[in-house]
């Protein structure tokens, strides 16, 4: 009774271990061809912005290589505090309003601490018509463990929730997607664009291989103390 007892939860736990590295392979198979796909999309021509706003989805947009063209509203920016490569400090989020109507949430790029206000980078504040290029991204609009919300009517942004900061400047409907600007040369040198970290964690093979080498050290301990190993004396056997 003792050896069936034993046997079944051997089973079942190399079938588990298995199980759980097969999904992990299956996994790696899906990070492989998400990174090969986000890759292409960072490194294409840019395209124009969607403008089908109902459209756009995380899984077949974000990270695409747009443009866009229109008018900064320069009085409705936000500054979204962040920590960059380049140290602490803000994204400048900028809504753009095109030819016909639209509004698109351009992060225009990155600002240090004493670079927040305006006021300090003039230069930088465009007027007339642009035309942006950057990576189409998706709203933050759940934070990270331990960040704080944001908080509009003091004006302190801490994720980049465009719909939150169109409805505090009473902009009404923008898009559901904001851009990344690419790098380039901004009169003033603010802010500085084409920062975007894009890092997908793969780390799905050293699971799997995990499991598997879980299952078979499980399989082969089962497979010795039942075959090879002689009980000592006054020792049942398994």
Aim: proline share 6%.
């Amino acid at each position: 009774m003792r050896r069936i007892v034993l046997g079944f939860f051997v089973v079942l736990f190399v079938g588990a271990f298995t199980a759980l590295g097969v999904w992990q392979v299956q996994r790696l198979a899906w990070k492989t061809d998400l990174i090969a796909r986000v890759d292409a999309r960072v490194h294409a021509p840019a395209v124009p912005a969607p403008t089908n706003w109902d459209a756009v989805t995380r899984q077949t947009d974000e990270y695409r290589h747009v443009r866009v063209s229109g008018h900064f509203l320069n009085a409705d920016e936000s500054q979204v505090y962040t920590l960059s490569e380049l140290g602490a400090g803000y994204w400048v989020m900028t809504p753009l309003k095109t030819d016909d109507g639209r509004i698109v949430y351009i992060n225009r790029g990155f600002v240090t601490e004493d670079k927040k206000a305006p006021k300090t980078r003039p230069q930088g504040q465009l007027d007339g018509e642009v035309t942006v290029t950057g990576l189409l991204r998706m709203p933050e609009v759940k934070g990270w463990l331990f960040q704080q919300p944001n908080d509009p009517a003091q004006d302190m942004w801490y994720r980049r929730d465009v719909q939150q900061m169109a409805n505090a400047h009473h902009l009404g409907p923008v898009a559901p997607y904001f851009i990344d600007a690419d790098a380039g040369a901004v009169p003033g040198g603010w802010p500085k664009g084409g920062l975007t970290v894009i890092r997908f964690p793969n780390s799905h093979l050293q699971y799997a291989i995990t499991w598997f080498s879980l299952a078979l050290l499980l399989a082969g301990a089962s497979i010795w103390m039942t075959w090879f190993r002689k009980p000592e004396d006054g020792e049942d056997s398994i």
